[in-house]
């Protein structure tokens, strides 16, 4: 299985993990910076409640990136919440084995 190639990875993806919530609301973790391919793509995605949303973009990373659902991301100006992240792997066929995350 290969990974998606270094030089398709463009852009800088930022993400602060879930932390907690206060009475103010979310807590987030330390930013983490990886690269990433972002595409405006809107897509109707199921989020971790079940509620269905439309998401905005997706952002392609490398597979051993692991970017917990509900984590605030930034990527090329953009700030949003990772609604799914999904690890996409296709055993025996010629498709790189990456991360795929839904941002809205």
Do not use: W
């Not at 993400?15 to 330390?30: H, I, L, Q, S």
């Not at 949303?53 to 990527?75: F, K, M, N």
């Not at 055993?91 to 995350?101: F, K, N, R």
């Amino acid at each position: 299985m290969t990974a998606v190639p270094g030089f398709l990875l463009t852009r800088q993806l930022t993400y602060r993990p879930p932390a907690g919530t206060t009475a103010t609301g979310p807590v987030y973790g330390d930013p983490v910076t990886v690269p990433c391919y972002l595409e405006p793509k809107r897509q109707k995605v199921r989020g971790p409640n079940g509620a269905e949303l439309v998401s905005q973009y997706v952002a392609i990373c490398r597979p051993d990136v692991t970017i917990p659902p509900g984590s605030l991301v930034e990527v090329a100006g953009v700030t949003g919440e990772a609604v799914t992240v999904d690890q996409v792997t296709a055993p025996g066929l010629p498709v790189p084995q990456h991360v795929e995350i839904a941002i809205t």
